[in-house]
């Protein structure tokens, strides 16, 4: 291999050895990950529906929250109910939103300084778009505080796939 092509095959594989390191742990929480939240509204979206199609409870518990952070973080640690309440939620968050595939439709202003983000989600031959709402919260990480459950109130009993 001449010298001018190794350098610039080298140069190549640690740029993109570099761009993947440097993004991929912030984007999107990693199961078992401290980390919560993501770096942008799209993200949080994005992992929190990543981690609905794996079924990771706890995954999704690091995205779902407020203003104030994630509730599996904020919620008092001795307040065993909270935490029993938060689970259940996102259970059944996980059978509401259990999909195929999805994409992401929009983005746009919500209320109180939150951002919606309308997504296509598709199960089977059935095609939902609910909103999502995602908020910002410490150290400029963003949560999804709300979804618009409505939307999806039947997927719930359909099977993924069929």
């Given at each position: 291999?001449?010298?001018?092509?190794?350098?610039?095959?080298?140069?190549?594989?640690?740029?993109?050895?570099?761009?993947?390191?440097?993004?991929?742990?912030?984007?999107?929480?990693?199961?078992?990950?401290?980390?919560?939240?993501?770096?942008?509204?799209?993200?949080?979206?994005?992992?929190?529906?990543?981690?609905?199609?794996?079924?990771?409870?706890?995954?999704?518990?690091?995205?779902?929250?407020?203003?104030?952070?994630?509730?599996?973080?904020?919620?008092?640690?001795?307040?065993?109910?909270?935490?029993?309440?938060?689970?259940?939620?996102?259970?059944?968050?996980?059978?509401?939103?259990?999909?195929?595939?999805?994409?992401?439709?929009?983005?746009?202003?919500?209320?109180?300084?939150?951002?919606?983000?309308?997504?296509?989600?598709?199960?089977?031959?059935?095609?939902?778009?609910?909103?999502?709402?995602?908020?910002?919260?410490?150290?400029?990480r963003w949560y999804i505080e709300n979804v618009e459950l409505a939307a999806v109130?039947?997927?719930?009993?359909?099977?993924?796939?069929?």
């Amino acid at each position: 291999m001449e010298p001018y092509v190794r350098k610039s095959f080298w140069m190549s594989a640690l740029l993109l050895a570099t761009a993947a390191c440097a993004t991929a742990p912030a984007s999107r929480p990693v199961s078992g990950s401290t980390a919560s939240g993501a770096l942008a509204p799209r993200l949080a979206v994005d992992a929190f529906l990543d981690a609905v199609r794996v079924e990771d409870i706890q995954a999704m518990g690091a995205l779902f929250g407020t203003s104030r952070g994630a509730l599996r973080d904020t919620m008092s640690s001795s307040d065993r109910d909270a935490a029993n309440q938060l689970e259940k939620r996102l259970i059944i968050l996980q059978c509401y939103l259990a999909h195929d595939s999805y994409r992401i439709l929009s983005e746009g202003p919500g209320e109180g300084g939150s951002r919606m983000v309308r997504v296509e989600l598709v199960r089977g031959n059935e095609r939902r778009q609910p909103a999502f709402f995602a908020v910002e919260g410490p150290g400029g990480r963003w949560y999804i505080e709300n979804v618009e459950l409505a939307a999806v109130r039947d997927f719930c009993g359909l099977q993924p796939g069929s």
